[in-house]
């Protein structure tokens, strides 16, 4: 197959590209803006692969999509190109709704017209809301009803997908996954933020009263769903993805500073994020029961594993927080900044 990836070069991109370079023979053409989460050393040792392209664009020029289709011959679009962070989205919302939701707009009448095979959307369970705390968990019926900016915007990107399903017969697939973790995530999110900031001995911003329940699977584990989803899915579908795996965030951060030896003095509450989701958790009998998918990772073990990843990886991590993400994080934990002080 012939397959353009839509931001390839971010954390879940990345680690998709490698896995098809590594274990089919596609061919992958990456499409990436390189916004500050798009980080070409993410793809290091596969750039001169010859089954492997990458092109520095946006999802939002209709004529370079349209173009790079033709081209190469695509069948396959696996799209993951988005605004990803909901604190961000507080601050510019109009950014997530340009790229996620026209952006998502402009790559499926590109597909349209292409007359693609298949188009995978990577949406999210943020679509779904917030769960209270002994809710059972979202299905794929769960009425959607986004809270974030970010979440809003995804959810009209996931809609748009159905309707070029159920309007012109696009061949759209869906995919809502639970939080990742793993290799190259970027420093802003919960897990590489709580790790780099503990082995600086900086202290761990923790949000409200830390008891906010995320479901978390392995970066790895959602790259499979995804490809079994292209492979064997059906057209028009919706399959969440997640690991059975919830965690309030104090819990996680405590296992984190345990795995780092690194004293939970280190913990600082600060204010809570506005419009904070309490709690998600996914059922994910749908993608079990038709395409017999399973996380592979114990937490315990992906978790060791990525911490493992950071501490081998300092500079890739260092570069980025020393750069223009420094004055973000100022912006967002320093003085005046959105999460400053004690909560
Ligand atoms: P990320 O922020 O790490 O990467 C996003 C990538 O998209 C970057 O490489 C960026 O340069 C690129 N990009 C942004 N705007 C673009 C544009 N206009 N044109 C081309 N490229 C552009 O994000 P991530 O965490 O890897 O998430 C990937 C996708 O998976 C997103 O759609 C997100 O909503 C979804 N998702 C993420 C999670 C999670 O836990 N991280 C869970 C479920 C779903
Ligand atoms: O559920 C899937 C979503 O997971 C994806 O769609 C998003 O792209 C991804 O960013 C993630 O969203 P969250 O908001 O859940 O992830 P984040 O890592 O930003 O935060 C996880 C939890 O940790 C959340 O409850 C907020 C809290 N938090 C986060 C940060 C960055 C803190 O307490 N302190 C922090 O400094």
Redesign the pocket.
Known sequence: MNILVTGGAGFIGSNHVRMLIGKTDDRVVNLDLLTYAGNLENLTGIEDHPRYRFVKGDIRDADLVASLLAEESIDAVIHFAAE????RSLDAPGAFLDTNTRGTQVLLQCALKHELDCFVMVS???VYGSLDPHAPGFTEETPLAPNSPYAASKAAADLLCRAYHHTFGLDVRITR???NYGPYQFP???IP?MIANALEDRSL???GD?Q?V?DWLHVSDHCRAIDLVLRQGRAGEVYNVGGRNEWA?LDLVKRLLEILDKPESLIEFVKD?PG?DRR?AIVADKIRGELSWQPTFAFGDGLAQTVQWYLDNRNWWEKIRSGEYRAYYDSMYGDGGR?QGRS
Request: aromatic letters at 12%; hydrophobic letters at 15%.
């Open positions: 990803s962070h909901v604190d999210t369970d943020e996954c639970s939080n802003e999110k919960l933020l911003p923790v949000y830390g906010q995320r965030n994020r904070h998600y999460y």
